[in-house]
C-alpha cells in the first residue's frame, strides 16, 4: 500500500513569506517488491529520490539523501543556494559509504528532483532554486499548461537532444531506463540548478519515472486541471493511482506543492520603458 | 625537457621561460612578441602576461595558452580561442578548453606531471630551453628535486636540438629540470591502461527484481546504437568487481574514460570552486550592501537562471523597487583576473562609467571588460560599483 499526506507550512523570509501547501504519494506498484523511491516534503525543500542497486542498496541510498536533507532544512526557514548544493554533496558522501559497505555485492545510486525555497544575496529575496540529478523530474504548472522543468540525465534525452530520436520514440526506446549521472555513480556529482523569484501563485509538480514512464503529460495536466480534494484524495493521490492503473510496472512518487508568495520585492509585472528625462535650458544670467 | 613541435613562420608561436610557457596565435608585430617576452621572462604573475595579451579590448585578444607550473607542483593555465591545454597529473588528465568562453577559462590543478599545449599532431617534438619558437603545441614536464632527470636526447633529435633563442630575445641560464620527451609519452601510455583496469561504475539492478524495467546508471556519452559498431565489452574484472548479472546496457567509451579522469581531478580539488590567489573584487549597490563578487552575479528586479550544470552558481542580487529594472538586467562575472559585465538585453539598457573615461552604452549580450572603480548604471539613480577587496 501506498502512503499518502498533505501539509501546510509558511516559511517566512526577510521581505515576504511564502504558504506552501503540499500533497505527497508514493506507492510500490504492481511488479516491485520494495519501494525505493523516497519523499520530502520538509520546510522548505520538497524532493524525490528514486533508488536503485540490488540488495535493498537502492532504498537505502534514497533514504540517506531525504535524511541528509531533513537535518539540512529548518522547518519554517527557507534555505540558502549553499545548503543545497552542500546537502547533494553530503548526500553524495552517503549513498557512495552505502556502495562501499556493501564489498562488492553491487554499487547504488539515486535519482534526486526537487525544489527549495531560498533567499538568495544580501537582499534575501526568496527564490526557487530547482535541482535535478537523473530522471525523476520537476515540473511547473499554472493552472493550464504543464511545463518539465528539469531535463533528465538519460540516454533517451540524448538520444533525443542529438536529434537521432524524437520524443514520441523515446517513450519505447529499450535504453529508456538508462540514466546518465546519478547520486552514488561518481565522487563528485553536479546537480542541474534553476533559480525563480518566488511570486504570487506558483505551482509544481515532482516526482519519479514511475509516474511519467506509466502517465504522459497531457494526461497529467488533465488530472492537475480537473482534480478536487473530495473525500481525502489529494491531487497526488489522484496521480499516483493513474499510475498505478496504467500498469503501474515502477515504483510512483508524487509531490505536489501549491505555493503563495506574498510581500515580495519582485513581482510579475513587465518591465516599463523608462521616461526620458527632458532637461531645461537654462538662460544665460 | 620542455619540447615543441614545429609550426609555420606567422601561425602560432611559444615562448618559454623556466616554468612559465605561452602559446599565441599569430602575434602580428615585433613589438607585442618583444612586450610578451618580456612579460613572460619577468618576475610578473600570470596577470601581468594577461594585461599584455588582451591590451587591445576582449575582442581583438588573440587565441593563447598561457600555463605556469610551480614549484610545488601545481599547474595555473589560462587560456583562450581554440587552443586545448591537457594538464596531466597522477589524478588523471584535466582538459582546459576555452573554446566556449567568450573571454578566457582559467584553470589549476595539482600535483601535475606534464603539460601538453595545443595540438602535437604526428609531428616530431623537438626540445626547447628557453626562447622562442614557432610551434603548435609545447609540453612542459614537471621537475622535482626528490625526481632526478635523466638527460638522454635521442640521435634522431641531436641534429635538430637545441633551439636557440632569437638575438634581441635574452636567454635565461636559470637550470631547468630535464627529462627526456620518450618518458612523457610512456606516462600516457600508462595512464591509459590504468583507465582501462577501472572498474565499471555502473549500478545494476538486483537480480529479484524485474531486469527489464529496472533502471541502470551508465556515464555520458551514450551514442545510439546504429551509430557504433560492436560496443566494447567491459573489462571482465569490472563484471566481478560489481557481482552482478550484466544486462549489456552498460557503454564503456574513451569519452568515459576521459569523464572519469575529470571527475577524479575535479574530486581532488575543494569542492567550492576558490578564488584563486588573485584579486578579490565586490560589489557595492547604490540601493545598499556591498557583497563578494565571486564567479557570477545576476542582477536584477527578480533575477533567475536556467539549468546551471557544472557547478558555477550565480549569486543573485534583487533590487526591489525599481519596474524600470528588467528582472534580469545586467551580469557582472570574475573572467580569470578580470571582471566582465553584460547587459542581459535589458528593457532599458545598461551604462559602464570606467574610471576617468566617458560613460558607456553597453550593447546587449555582449560581455565588456572593467576595472576596478568602474560604475554599472541600471538607470533611475541604481548603480553598482567594482571595488576590490584587500
Known amino acids: 500500500m501506498g502512503d499518502h499526506v498533505q501539509s501546510t507550512a509558511t516559511i517566512a523570509g526577510l521581505f515576504g513569506s511564502t504558504r506552501v501547501q503540499a500533497s505527497w504519494a508514493s506507492d510500490t506498484g504492481a511488479v516491485r517488491a520494495i519501494n525505493e523511491d523516497s519523499v520530502l516534503v520538509h520546510g522548505p525543500v520538497f524532493l524525490v529520490a528514486d533508488g536503485m542497486g540490488g540488495h535493498n542498496a537502492g532504498d537505502q541510498a534514497s533514504q540517506a539523501v531525504r535524511a541528509t536533507f531533513e537535518t539540512t532544512f529548518a522547518a519554517d526557514m527557507p534555505g ?3 545548503e543545497v548544493l552542500a546537502a547533494i554533496r553530503t548526500g553524495n558522501e552517503a549513498v557512495r559509504a552505502i556502495s562501499a559497505g556493501a564489498e562488492g555485492r553491487g554499487l547504488s545510486g539515486t535519482t534526486l528532483s526537487g525544489i527549495a525555497l531560498v533567499t538568495a544575496g544580501e537582499a534575501g529575496a526568496l527564490h526557487w532554486m530547482a535541482f535535478n540529478i537523473g530522471d525523476s523530474r520537476v515540473y511547473s504548472w499554472d493552472g493550464r499548461h504543464l511545463a518539465q522543468l528539469s ?9 533525443v537532444d542529438a536529434g537521432v530520436i524524437t520524443l514520441e520514440e523515446s517513450v519505447l526506446h529499450p535504453d529508456r531506463n538508462i540514466i546518465t549521472r546519478a547520486i552514488g555513480a561518481t565522487e563528485t556529482v553536479d546537480a542541474d540548478i534553476w533559480f525563480f523569484p518566488a511570486s504570487r501563485r506558483q505551482s509544481f509538480l515532482i516526482c519519479s519515472d514511475g ?3 506509466e502517465v504522459d503529460d497531457d494526461r497529467i495536466a488533465e488530472i492537475l486541471a480537473g482534480h478536487v480534494d473530495v473525500g481525502g484524495v489529494s491531487i497526488a493521490d489522484a496521480l499516483v493511482a493513474e499510475a498505478l492503473a496504467a500498469g503501474g510496472r515502477d515504483n510512483v512518487t508524487v509531490v505536489v506543492v501549491e505555493a503563495e ?17 527632458f532637461e531645461d535650458t537654462l538662460p544665460r544670467s | 625537457m620542455p619540447s615543441y613541435t614545429p609550426a609555420p613562420v606567422g601561425s602560432t608561436l611559444a615562448l618559454l621561460h623556466g616554468h612559465r610557457a605561452l602559446l599565441v596565435e599569430a602575434p602580428d608585430d615585433a613589438a607585442r612578441i618583444e612586450a610578451l617576452w618580456t612579460t613572460v621572462s619577468s618576475a610578473a604573475s600570470l596577470h601581468a602576461v594577461l594585461e599584455v595579451l588582451a591590451a587591445d579590448g576582449i575582442a581583438k ?3 593563447f595558452a598561457l600555463v605556469e607550473l610551480d614549484e610545488d607542483g601545481s599547474a595555473n593555465s589560462i587560456v583562450r580561442g581554440d587552443v586545448v591545454v591537457h594538464l596531466h597529473s597522477a589524478a588523471g588528465e584535466r582538459v582546459v578548453d576555452a573554446t566556449q568562453a567568450t573571454t578566457w577559462v582559467e584553470a589549476a590543478a595539482e600535483a601535475v606531471t606534464h603539460v601538453a599545449i595545443g595540438d602535437a599532431g604526428p609531428a616530431i617534438a623537438l626540445p626547447l630551453a628557453d626562447g622562442a619558437a614557432w610551434a603548435s603545441s609545447l609540453t612542459l614536464i614537471q621537475g622535482s628535486a626528490s625526481d632526478p632527470a635523466v638527460v638522454e636526447v635521442p640521435d634522431q633529435l641531436v641534429a635538430a636540438a637545441p633551439v636557440s633563442a632569437p638575438d634581441h630575445i635574452a636567454v635565461s641560464d636559470e637550470p631547468l629540470p630535464v627529462e627526456i ?3 612523457a609519452a610512456e606516462r600516457r601510455v600508462a595512464e591509459a591502461t590504468l583507465a582501462t583496469a577501472l572498474p565499471e561504475q555502473t549500478i545494476n539492478p538486483g537480480s529479484d527484481e524485474a531486469t527489464d524495467e529496472a533502471t541502470v546508471v551508465v556515464e555520458r556519452p551514450v551514442r545510439p546504437p546504429r551509430l557504433t559498431e560492436a560496443p566494447p565489452k567491459p573489462a571482465p574484472e569490472a563484471k566481478n568487481a560489481l557481482g552482478g548479472e550484466h544486462d549489456g546496457h552498460t557503454v564503456l567509451s574513451d569519452d568515459i574514460r576521459r569523464l572519469r579522469g575529470e571527475d577524479r581531478a575535479r574530486a581532488s580539488r575543494p569542492p567550492t570552486p576558490a578564488v584563486p590567489s588573485g584579486p578579490r573584487y565586490s560589489l557595492s549597490l547604490s540601493t545598499g550592501g556591498t557583497q563578494p563578487l565571486e564567479g557570477v552575479a545576476l542582477i536584477g528586479r ?7 550544470t557544472g557547478g558555477r552558481i550565480p549569486t543573485l542580487v534583487t533590487i526591489p523597487g525599481d519596474q524600470d529594472i528588467s528582472r534580469n538586467h545586467v551580469q557582472l562575472a570574475v573572467e580569470g583576473d578580470t571582471v566582465v559585465v553584460t547587459d542581459l538585453n ?23 571588460a572593467v576595472l576596478v572603480g568602474t560604475v554599472v548604471d541600471l538607470g533611475g539613480g541604481v548603480t553598482i560599483t567594482v571595488g576590490q577587496e584587500q
Not at chain 2, 346 to 368: C, F, I
Open chain 1, 261 to 277: 508568495t506574498t510581500g515580495a520585492a519582485s513581482d510579475d509585472e513587465d518591465t516599463l520603458d523608462r521616461l526620458p528625462v
Open chain 2, 302 to 308: 527578480a533575477p533567475s537562471a536556467a539549468k546551471i
Open chain 2, 181 to 183: 620527451v620518450e618518458a
Open chain 2, 346 to 368: 535589458s528593457r532599458n539598457g545598461t551604462t559602464v562609467v570606467l574610471p576617468g573615461r566617458a560613460p558607456q552604452h553597453l550593447r546587449a549580450n555582449e560581455p565588456t
Open chain 2, 61 to 63: 585578444t588573440p587565441g
Open chain 1, 211 to 213: 509516474l511519467t514512464k
Open chain 1, 151 to 159: 531535463v533528465d540525465h538519460s540516454a533517451v534525452q540524448e538520444l
Open chain 1, 80 to 82: 540558502t543556494t549553499d
